[in-house]
């Protein structure tokens, strides 16, 4: 009558011994006690229907074993108005211990604690009737009603004890475990006190009639078999529900499998559930004890469950290890640390993907078949389940991997449905055109966006769906701006849900660099042709001879030609100097103490000898250490931009010393930089404003040729400007101070 108990615990041992040293002191004192015998068939019979019942159980299951009942306390209403105390227990011990056979898988601490828990309840039982009762009243009420008392203090008794034991081996509070089986255990005692009752009475009416009882006990207790089957049926299903809602209820495997195993423990009547599953990722497993979580979703390498899998994929077939098993797996209950064990394989196709495992059934002896057979199909359901979460786990990744894709290109991404509107609009468009996902989805692109074609006709509806990769179209940004894309749109593949992905690549850098190659050609062809044309002009007036010239017209010819070779001469060895970076990097410096102030004022001097205002504001003694090839050429190409740019303004020219080193600024009044543009005036044969209508002219070199050399000799260049309030170039140079070594000359 009690399933779980743990033989290995010491003081559940004492427990059972020390009951059965009472059961023998009972059992002595009965035997003589027998001076009488009387009613020997019907202590007989009665004692081998008190046995037959208490063989014949009803189980059902809680959380800490297995609770029994059976209809033996209706047997006992006329065993005590037969009998006396003495035969009472020598034929309850006598009973008990006969129908041991029938329960031999049980173990001998079982058996003992069976016969001896019975022994003691029906001494007790018998003390409380023979103290209670009237001799010689027959069934009167008085002793209906002490034959009431004895049967409950029986049924307290045995119950009693039987929680003792469930309680020392499971290691919980007795309470506990009392108050998990008392509500069947009433209902039980209340049908056996009527049945017992009505035997009682018939017994007294007629000994002939103890012959019909086999009948009714055998009605009540399939009549009851029914209705907890029935209960328990209908439990099982609600467990079933509960596994499935489990698995369907949680995006997240380990939470789904968790609550799928706590279902299946009930569902298998079990002490524990397990899972082991082979992932892409390793080999996993998850269990559960009663409410409690053994495992979730943890690394598997070694150890029983492995064994355990080991042995379900060999035979593709559930595992059964039973409570008398003696084969090779007896090992790996042993290893659990249980008494029996059920695994069911995970079955894949024709793969073993894992295994289910339930031990230490609850409410039965052991596993059999249809165990098996129902863990096969909570298996099925799991493989189901599984296989729908890699399936999205792959989906999910397949997202997240064109989620990167589509944030991280530099390409800009959009998708258009049938009707051209744009459903999704990745950042590259955003740094592209300006405007956020949030203010374009949901509206179609040409709509949103001013897509016009190199003759300036704007793009209408799906036209832009159509047009050739080669082309290139110019767009207006959100803060005003134009920018050149190309356009690479491709229909998407989904016949039910047309629409097109449309690749945006923005090709403003080379529609510039395009511009840039023709406005140098155009600049340098206007450079070359200038200075030739008064150099050929001046040697046509040359060469009529000395002697038909002026002298002062001889000498101002020579100074059109020197004056127009130096100009050439500057123009190439700048193209040179430019050529050479590209090809080689930046310019080798050889570094040395320079007079920043001396070379300032030399190229002043040279380029500004005509302005109307220069305004020098140097700090003297602040020499710098750097090449002074490179120091001449950055002032003369900055002064030389200054005096462009300011006819008839002042420029200033600033010397002064600052914690990082010696700063120069030449600064002109002139019309000043846009904001747009001021990060292009250091790109290499860039000159703002069209090459055919801007006032200055120029290969666009010179600020390139600034800002490498610059780099080349540890500093740094950086303007300062803004529309129609003129610009200021900053040089930042290392000072000799900080560079030239202690004791060191210049």
């Not at 604690?113 to 008085?142: K, P, T, W």
């Not at 039910?496 to 406005?519: C, F, I, M, P, Q």
């Not at 050439?568 to 930046?586: A, C, P």
């Amino acid at each position: 009558m009690v399933d779980g108990t743990s033989p290995k615990a010491f003081s559940l041992h004492a427990y059972i011994a020390m009951l059965a040293v009472v059961m023998v002191a009972l059992v002595v004192y009965a035997v003589q006690d027998l001076e009488n015998i009387h009613s020997i068939p019907e202590w007989i019979f009665l004692s081998a229907l008190f046995g037959v019942t208490e063989s014949a159980l009803l189980f059902f299951h809680h959380e800490r074993g297995r609770q029994s009942l059976s209809a033996s306390e209706a047997i006992l209403f006329p065993m005590l108005f037969a009998l006396s105390p003495a035969q009472l227990v020598l034929g309850v011990a006598a009973a008990m211990i006969a129908a041991r056979p029938l329960q031999w898988r049980e173990g001998l601490s079982r058996s003992v604690f069976n016969v001896s828990q019975c022994v003691v309840a029906i001494a007790a039982s018998a003390s409380v009737f023979s103290a209670l009762s009237e001799e010689g009243a027959g069934f009167s009420v008085r002793n209906a009603l002490a034959a009431a008392l004895s049967v409950v203090s029986y049924a307290v008794v045995n119950h009693t004890l039987v929680t003792g034991a469930i309680a020392l081996s499971e290691r919980v509070s007795f309470l506990g475990v009392l108050k998990g089986v008392a509500n069947a255990t009433l209902w039980n005692l209340a049908l056996s006190l009527s049945l017992g009752l009505f035997f009682a009475g018939a017994y007294t009416a007629g000994h002939w009639s103890v012959v019909m009882f086999p009948v009714a006990v055998a009605a009540t207790f399939l009549g009851y078999r029914a209705l907890l089957s029935q209960s328990h049926e209908r439990e099982r299903v609600e467990h079933l529900h509960a596994a499935s809602r489990a698995l369907a209820a949680s995006p997240s495997l380990d939470q789904a499998l968790i609550g799928f195993l706590k279902a299946t423990r009930e569902i298998a009547s079990t002490r524990d559930a397990r899972a082991v599953i082979e992932t892409p990722k390793g080999r996993v497993w998850s269990g559960v004890r009663g409410s409690s979580i053994l495992a979730d979703m943890t690394p598997l390498t070694e150890g029983p469950m492995v064994e355990i899998l080991r042995a379900v994929r060999e035979s593709g077939a559930p595992l059964i290890v039973g409570l008398d098993d003696t084969g090779p797996h007896k090992k790996l209950v042993e290893a659990l640390d249980v008494r029996s064990l059920i695994a069911a394989p995970l079955m894949e196709g024709e793969k073993v993907m894992g295994c289910l495992v339930a031990t230490d059934r609850l409410g039965a002896e052991g596993f059999g078949p249809s165990e098996a057979k129902l863990l096969e199909a909570l298996g099925d359901e799991l493989v189901v389940t599984l296989d729908s979460h890699r399936l999205f786990a792959e989906v999910s990744e397949e997202r997240e991997r064109f989620r990167k894709i589509f944030d991280a290109s530099k390409e800009g991404i959009c998708l258009l449905d049938g009707e051209g509107v744009v459903r999704a609009w990745n950042p590259s468009l955003v740094r592209i055109t300006g405007f956020t996902a949030e203010e374009i989805l949901g509206t179609t692109l040409t709509g949103s966006l001013a897509v016009r074609d190199r003759e300036h006709r704007p793009l209408q509806g799906l036209e832009l769906v159509s047009v050739s990769p080669e082309e290139e179209f110019e767009i207006d940004t959100r803060d005003g701006q134009s920018r050149w894309i190309s356009l690479l749109c491709s229909p998407t593949l989904s016949a039910e849900d047309k629409g097109w992905v449309v690749l945006v690549r923005d090709v403003t850098a080379e529609h510039l660099v395009e511009e840039s190659k023709s406005d140098f050609l155009s600049t340098i062809s206007h450079e070359l042709r200038t200075p030739l044309t008064t150099i050929k002009g001046s040697m046509q007036i040359l060469k009529r001879g000395p002697e038909n010239l002026k002298s002062e017209t001889v000498t101002q010819m020579m100074g059109v030609l020197s004056r127009g070779t130096d100009r050439l001469e500057r123009l190439v060895l700048n193209l040179l100097f430019v050529s050479q970076i590209e090809t080689d990097g930046l310019p080798k410096v050889i570094p040395e103490a320079i007079d920043l102030e001396g070379i300032v004022r030399d190229r002043v001097a040279l380029f500004l000898k005509d302005h109307e205002t220069v305004n020098l504001e140097i700090e003297e003694g602040l020499p710098v250490w750097g090449d002074r090839e490179r120091v001449t050429q950055v002032v003369e190409h900055l002064v030389e931009n200054a005096q462009k740019f300011s006819d008839f303004t002042p420029i200033t020219v600033r010397i002064r010393s600052t914690p990082e080193g010696v700063e120069l600024m030449v600064k002109d009044e002139g019309p000043g930089i846009p904001k747009v543009d001021q990060e292009r005036v250091f790109e290499r044969f860039v000159r703002l404003g069209h090459v055919l209508t801007r006032e200055t002219q120029g290969p666009g070199v010179g600020l390139f040729i600034v800002e490498k050399s610059v780099e080349a000799m540890g500093g740094k260049v950086w303007l300062e400007s803004a529309p129609g309030a003129g610009c200021a170039f900053h040089v930042l140079l290392p000072a000799v101070k900080s560079q030239v070594p202690a004791g060191a000359g210049s």
